[in-house]
C-alpha cells in the first residue's frame, strides 16, 4: 500500500503553470534500483558495511554516529552512480528514503531497544502505568466531549497502535503522523476560534492512555535516533515532539496534573490496582510487587535512579539548540499553560544524570527552549489555520466552463466519499468527510491514513 510522505507541501493556485505533482515514495522501486547493474557498487557499499556493524557491539551513540556517516557517504556515492545522476531532487529524495529504510530494516534486531539502554525497562513501567490509569476519560483531561468522539479517538487509536508493524523510522513516524493527524481533524470539527498544544496534547495523552501501545518508549527513541534529522523538523517533528511529551506527562502524572480531587484520584488508582492484581497476578516489575508508591513515581523506584534517564533533558536540548540540528528535542523545557504540566519533576529526574546542571543554567535553558517552543507553537498552528483559511476564501475567477469542471470535481469527491465509506464501514462518516476533505479529495492519500 502505498503511503504519504511526511513532508507535503502547501498547493499554490498558479494561474498558467500547474502545480508540481508529489512523486509518492515507493520502496519497491528503490529496491529495483538497487538491482539493476548500474548499482553493484553502491550494492558493495551496502554489503560492505553490514558485515562491518555486525562485528562487534556497538553502543547507541557509537550505532547513530556509524549509521548516520555510512548514510552520508552512501547518499553522496548514490547522486554519483548513473542510476541515480540524472534523478530530479524528489526522486532522489525518495531514494534516500529507501536506503535509510533498508539499512534500518537489516539492523532492526540490534539498534531498536538495544540492551545497553533502559528502553525496556521504561516501556514495562509506562505499559504497565497506563493500565493503572485506563479509568481515566475525556473530562479528567478537560476534553470537550461530543457526538464524534468516539470515533475520532478510536480511528486515532488504531493508527498509534500500528507502530509495532514496521521496523523503519520512518514507517514509524508515520503512524505516529496519522494518529496526530486524526486527532487534529477531531479539533477542526469543534470549530475552535483558537489553536494550539493546550487544544490538542491533552487528546493525544487520552489516545496514548487508551491505546497503551507496547513499547512506546523504544519506537520514540529508536524513532529520534535513528531517523534523517532532516526529515525531524516541521509537521513530524512537531508531533514526535508532543508524544514525547505525552508520554513524560503519564510518566509523573498525579492527581494534581488531572481535574480530580485527591480523594477519587486515590480510590480509582486502588481499585484498578486490585482489579489488576485479579486479572494478572503474576505481573511485577523488575521481579517485585508494583506497589502504589513506584506506579505513581517510576522513577523513584531503585532500579530507575540507577540509570533512567528522561526522554526530555533539558541539558540535551540545550546542547542540540546550539548545533541547530534534531527539531524535535529543541521544544522541551517549560512550555506554556498545560503543556507545562508536562515537564513537571523533570529536573528531579534529570538531577540523576552525570552532570549535574547549575540553577543559571537550568534557568537558561528554560528560557531559551520556552521561547523555541512558542514560536514552533505559533508557525506550526498558523500555517494550520492558513490551510483552514484558504478553504473558506471565495474561489478564483473560473476559468472557461467552470460549472462542467466544479460538478466534475464534485462527482469525483462523492464517488471518492463512497468508496471510502466502503472501505472502512466501522469509521464514522464524518470522519471520512473530513478525512478526504483534508486531503484535497485524494483518495489514495486518504486510504493510507
Same mark, same amino acid.
Given at each position: ?99 535509510? *529504510? /533498508? =539499512?534500518? +530494516?537489516?539492523? @532492526?534486531?540490534?539498534? %531498536? ?7 525496556? $525497562? ?92 507496547? *513499547? /512506546? =518508549?523504544? +519506537?520514540?527513541? @529508536?524513532?529520534?535516533? %535513528? ?7 516541521? $509537521? ?214
Amino acid at each position: 500500500m502505498r503511503r504519504p510522505s511526511l513532508n507535503s507541501s502547501e498547493m499554490q493556485i498558479v494561474p498558467d503553470t500547474p502545480p508540481q505533482q508529489e512523486i509518492p515514495f515507493d520502496f519497491n522501486r528503490f529496491l529495483e534500483q538497487m538491482r539493476s547493474r548500474n548499482a553493484k557498487p553502491i550494492t558493495r557499499y551496502f554489503k560492505s558495511f553490514l558485515q562491518a556493524f555486525d562485528r562487534r557491539p556497538w553502543t547507541v551513540n557509537e550505532q547513530i554516529k556509524i549509521i548516520q556517516d555510512f548514510l552520508d557517504f552512501i547518499f553522496v556515492k548514490m547522486r554519483e552512480c548513473d542510476v541515480w545522476r540524472d534523478m530530479s531532487e524528489q526522486e532522489f529524495g525518495n531514494a534516500k528514503e529507501g536506503m535509510e *529504510k /533498508l =539499512v534500518m +530494516n537489516r539492523l @532492526y534486531h540490534v539498534t %531498536f531497544c538495544p540492551n545497553t539502554t533502559d528502553d525496556k $525497562e521504561r516501556d514495562e513501567i509506562l505499559h504497565q502505568k497506563i493500565s493503572i490509569f485506563r479509568w481515566i476519560r475525556e473530562k479528567h483531561l478537560d476534553i470537550p466531549e461530543t457526538e464524534h468522539n468516539e470515533s475520532f479517538l478510536s480511528f486515532a487509536e488504531s493508527e498509534i497502535l500500528k507502530i509495532n508493524n514496521y521496523k523503519a523510522p520512518r514507517d514509524k513516524l508515520i503512524c505516529i503522523l496519522n494518529c496526530c493527524k486524526v486527532i487534529f481533524g477531531m479539533w477542526l470539527c469543534r470549530q475552535c476560534g483558537d489553536a494550539g498544544a493546550d487544544k490538542f496534547l491533552p487528546i493525544l495523552i487520552y489516545v496514548v492512555i487508551r491505546a497503551n501501545p507496547p *513499547k /512506546l =518508549v523504544s +519506537n520514540v527513541q @529508536y524513532i529520534y535516533r %535513528f531517523r534523517n534529522p532532516e526529515q525531524l523538523q516541521a $509537521e513530524a517533528g512537531y508531533y514526535l515532539t508532543n508524544l514525547m511529551g505525552a508520554i513524560s506527562f503519564i510518566e509523573t502524572m498525579e492527581a494534581k496534573s488531572l481535574s480530580i480531587t485527591k480523594e477519587e484520584f486515590d480510590s480509582n488508582i486502588e481499585r484498578t490496582m486490585t482489579e489488576l492484581q485479579h486479572e494478572r497476578p503474576s505481573v511485577a516489575l523488575d521481579r517485585q510487587q508494583i506497589s502504589y508508591e513506584n506506579a505513581l513515581h517510576p522513577s523513584r523506584s531503585s532500579s530507575a535512579r540507577s540509570q533512567a534517564q528522561p526522554l526530555l533533558d533539558p541539558a540535551k536540548a540545550a546542547a542540540l539548540l546550539e548545533r541547530g540540528s534534531q527539531f524535535a528535542q529543541k521544544t522541551m523545557q517549560k512550555p506554556i499553560s498545560f503543556v507545562g504540566k508536562i515537564f513537571q519533576g523533570l529536573s528531579d529526574t534529570s538531577a540523576t544524570s552525570s552532570r549535574a546542571v547549575s540553577p543559571d543554567e537550568e534557568e537558561r535553558y528554560h528560557h531559551q527552549q520556552q521561547q523555541f517552543y512558542q514560536q514552533q507553537q505559533q508557525y506550526y498552528f498558523q500555517q494550520q489555520q492558513q490551510l483552514v483559511d484558504q478553504q473558506q476564501q471565495p474561489p478564483l475567477p473560473p476559468r472557461p466552463h467552470p460549472d462542467q469542471i466544479v460538478m466534475r470535481q464534485r462527482q469525483q469527491f462523492d464517488a471518492n466519499l463512497e468508496t471510502l465509506k466502503s472501505m472502512f464501514p466501522n469509521v464514522d462518516s464524518s470522519v471520512c468527510y473530513l478525512i478526504l476533505h483534508a486531503n484535497g479529495g485524494d483518495l489514495s492519500k486518504s486510504i493510507d491514513q
